[in-house]
C-alpha cells in the first residue's frame, strides 16, 4: 500500500514524499486559516495554500518544473526535520501510555490522519486525510521500541514514501500529580526537502505538532477536544 | 435564529443565521432570555481587540433556558433556568483545579494566536475574538455552551432575569477586583470608572469592609449612581486634580487600593492623552493607559493596584518605576466567574444587595445596533444595556 518511487516518477512527479505531505498539512492549514480570514491578505493565503494542497496531492510542482528541480529524485539538498514539542497533562502516567499505544486513537488528536489500522500487535497502516478526493497517502510503520507506561517509538517500515519516526516519553510531573508527555516526530531525508522550502515549512509542519499534542492534553484531560466547526455565524 | 454579528468597526446588524448544535458531549444549548452589551464589548465594536473576522456573533453576558444538552452533561436538564459565566472552562486542567477557571487551559480551539501574543494561550470567551477561541456569542436567540457541566449556574425561581443577569460578569468582575484588594475594614479603596464594573466594585468594597469609597468619573448620571446605590464619594475628574483630591482626602497618604475598571480605552487629558489617542489611531499603541497611570501615581506606598478593566497589548509611558519604589501590588486578569457565582446568588438571594440598580435601557435584540451606539456614547444616561430576544415570552 506504499507508494513506490518508480510509480511516482512515471507520473510527472517532481516533489519528494515528505515534501508532498509537508505541502499537503501546510496547504491545509494556509488554506483553512486563509479562507477563515477572509480578507485580502487571507485570500492570498488561501491561494498559496491551494496551491501547495495541489502540489502535495498530485506530486507534481509547476515551479520546480520551471526551475529544473526534482526533489522526487536525485541527491538535492538533504535534511532532517525533526519536531519537539513537550506539554503536562493531569492525568496519570499509566493512563496516557495505554491511550497512546493503541494507535487507532491518533486520528482523535492528529488532524493530518485520517485513520490508523493496527495489522498486528507491532504493525500498523496510516493513513492522511487527502483534500479533494484526491489519491490518499497510506504508509506502514511498525513500533521499534516501547516501555510501559514511559515510552513508545515509531518508524515507517523501509520503503515507505514517506519516511517518518516518532517517539513520545511519558514522565512523571514533579508535583506528581501530571505527566509531562515529550513528543519528537521525524521525517526523513531520503527524498528531502530543499533548504528554501524547508524554511518555511519546518515551522509549519512544528505548529502542527503542537496543535496535536495540545489536543491530546485537551481529550485526556477533558474527555473531549475543544472546537468551534460547525457553530453559526453571520454573513 | 436572530443573532448579533459583528461586522467591521462600529458595525454590528442583527442577522439570520442557522441555530447552533451540540458539538462536544460536554456542551448545552440555551435559549437565551436575556443578555447585555459590557463595556469589554465596546472595545470590539472600536475595532481595538485583534482577531475579529465579519460576521462572527458578539456577547457574552446571558442567561436562558436549557433546550438542550450533551450525552455527558448529567447536571442539567432541558427546562432549567442559567446564568452562564462568560470565560469558558473545562473544570479539569491545573488552573481549573486551583479556581483559576478564565485562565483555562483547554478552552480555546484557536490557542494558537494568544500564544503567540502573550506566551501562553488564554481561555475561551463567548463572541470575544478569535484570539480567544472564536465562540459564538449569547447577543442571539440560542447559543451553545462548551463545558456545560462545569459553568451554568441554575437560578432559583424566585429570582428574576434582571437580578440575576449579572452574575455571568460584571458582578462577580468588579467583586474580584474589589477581593483582590485584600482590604481590610476601615481601608479607603478608590475606583476609576463608575461604569458597570465600576459600580460593581464599589459595592464590593463596600461589603468587604472597606471605610471610605472613591468613585472618580466624568458623567453626572454615573457618580450618582455611585453616591446612591454604592456608597461612594465621588470625584469628577472634568472638574478637579485628581491626585491632589485623593490626597486631600486621606491626609496625604493616598488611597490603601486603587481600581482601574476603566482599561484600555480610557479618556486621558493633556499632552499625554493626545500622545495616546495619536498611537492609538494609528495603532502604534494598542492600550491607551490613562487610568493605569493614575492609579500607580495615586496608591499609597505598599498599596494594591486592582485592574479589571480590560487592556489587550503593548502600552506606553506607565511609570514603572512608581509601581516598583512604592512597593504596589498589582492584580489583574479576566475573571474567575465560576469561582465567585454561588456567593453572589447567595448574596442577591438574601436580599444584600439588588444588582439590577445598573440597568437603564431596555431592548429588543432586534435594537442591538442602536443599544451599541447610545451605550458608547453614553448618550440618554445610559449605563448599562440588556436586551430580550423577542421570541421569549
Request: charged share 20%; aromatic share 8%; hydrophobic share 35%.
Amino acid at each position: 500500500m506504499t507508494f513506490s518511487t518508480s510509480e511516482m516518477q512515471n507520473h510527472g512527479i517532481n516533489v519528494g514524499g515528505s515534501e508532498r505531505l509537508a505541502s499537503l498539512l501546510g496547504g491545509g492549514l494556509l488554506t483553512i486559516y486563509g479562507l477563515t480570514r477572509g480578507s485580502f491578505g487571507g485570500m492570498a493565503m488561501a491561494a498559496l495554500g491551494g496551491g501547495l494542497l495541489y502540489r502535495g496531492a498530485t506530486g507534481h510542482c509547476a515551479t520546480y518544473g520551471k526551475l529544473g528541480l526534482n526533489t522526487a529524485q536525485g541527491e538535492g539538498d538533504l535534511r532532517n526535520i525533526r519536531m519537539r514539542e513537550s506539554v503536562t497533562v493531569l492525568r496519570p502516567r499509566d493512563e496516557l501510555f495505554v491511550f497512546w499505544r493503541d494507535l487507532e486513537n491518533l486520528p482523535l488528536f492528529m488532524s493530518h490522519l485520517e485513520s490508523v489500522r493496527q495489522m498486528d500487535d507491532k504493525r500498523s497502516v496510516w493513513t492522511a486525510h487527502s483534500p479533494g478526493g484526491l489519491a490518499p497517502m497510506i504508509w506502514e510503520a511498525e513500533i521499534v521500541d516501547e516501555a510501559p507506561g514511559e515510552r513508545i517509538a515509531w518508524r515507517s517500515l523501509p520503503g515507505s514514501d514517506i519516511e517518518n519516526e516518532g517517539e513520545v516519553r511519558f514522565v512523571e510531573a514533579p508535583d506528581g500529580e501530571g505527566t509531562e508527555v515529550h513528543v519528537t516526530i521525524e521525517y526523513h531525508p531520503s527524498r528531502g526537502i530543499t533548504g528554501a522550502a524547508a524554511k518555511w515549512i519546518n515551522p509549519l509542519l512544528s505548529q502542527m505538532v503542537r496543535e496535536d499534542v495540545r489536543r491530546f492534553k485537551s481529550l485526556m484531560e477533558t474527555g473531549e477536544v475543544p472546537t468551534v466547526e460547525g457553530q453559526p455565524r453571520g454573513h | 435564529m436572530k443573532a448579533v454579528c459583528w461586522n467591521g468597526i462600529h458595525e454590528v446588524a442583527v442577522e439570520t443565521v442557522p441555530d447552533p448544535q451540540i458539538l462536544n458531549p460536554r456542551d448545552a444549548v440555551v435559549k437565551v432570555s436575556l443578555t447585555a452589551i459590557c463595556g469589554s464589548d465596546l472595545h470590539l465594536y472600536d475595532g481595538y481587540i485583534p482577531a475579529m473576522r465579519k460576521g462572527d456573533i458578539l456577547g457574552h453576558e446571558f442567561m436562558g433556558e436549557v433546550v438542550a444538552v450533551g450525552a455527558s452533561v448529567e447536571n442539567l436538564k432541558e427546562g432549567d433556568r442559567v446564568v452562564v459565566p462568560f470565560p469558558i472552562a473545562c473544570g479539569n486542567c491545573f488552573y481549573c483545579r486551583k479556581g483559576e477557571f478564565s485562565l483555562c487551559d483547554n478552552s480555546n480551539p484557536k490557542a494558537w494566536i494568544s500564544e503567540k501574543m502573550y506566551g501562553h494561550p488564554c481561555a475561551g470567551i463567548f463572541g470575544y475574538s478569535h484570539m480567544m477561541g472564536g465562540y459564538a456569542g449569547g447577543q442571539a436567540e440560542y447559543v451553545r455552551v462548551p463545558y456545560a457541566d462545569v459553568g451554568p449556574i441554575k437560578i432559583p425561581e424566585h429570582l428574576n432575569d434582571e437580578q440575576s443577569l449579572f452574575l455571568s460578569d460584571i458582578l462577580p468582575t468588579g467583586w474580584q477586583a474589589a477581593d483582590e484588594c485584600g482590604i481590610k475594614v476601615g481601608d479607603v479603596v478608590a475606583v476609576w470608572g463608575c461604569g458597570p464594573v465600576g459600580q460593581f466594585a464599589m459595592l464590593a468594597a463596600r461589603h468587604l469592609g472597606a471605610g471610605r469609597v472613591i468613585g472618580i468619573d466624568y458623567i453626572p448620571e454615573r457618580l450618582e449612581m455611585a453616591r446612591s446605590h454604592c456608597g461612594a464619594e465621588t470625584l469628577n475628574h472634568a472638574q478637579i486634580d485628581i491626585q491632589e483630591a485623593l490626597k486631600e482626602m486621606t491626609g496625604g497618604r493616598g488611597p490603601d487600593a486603587c481600581i482601574d475598571a476603566v482599561g484600555m480605552e480610557a479618556h486621558g487629558g493633556g499632552p499625554l492623552g493626545w500622545y495616546d489617542k495619536a498611537k492609538h489611531l494609528g495603532r502604534l499603541q494598542t492600550d491607551r493607559p490613562t487610568v493605569l497611570r493614575e492609579a500607580i501615581q495615586a496608591c499609597r506606598k505598599g498599596g494594591t493596584v486592582s485592574i479589571p478593566g480590560v487592556y489587550g497589548g503593548v502600552v506606553d509611558k506607565v511609570n514603572f518605576g512608581a509601581a516598583f519604589n512604592k512597593g504596589l501590588t498589582l492584580k489583574m486578569g479576566q475573571t474567575h466567574v465560576h469561582r465567585y457565582m454561588s456567593e453572589l446568588l447567595g448574596r442577591i438571594e438574601r436580599g444584600e444587595f439588588d444588582p439590577s440598580f445598573l440597568i437603564t435601557h431596555r431592548l429588543t435584540l432586534e435594537e442591538a445596533p442602536q443599544g451599541y451606539r447610545i451605550f458608547r456614547e453614553k448618550e440618554d444616561g445610559c449605563v448599562k444595556v440588556v436586551m430580550r430576544p423577542q421570541t421569549v415570552h
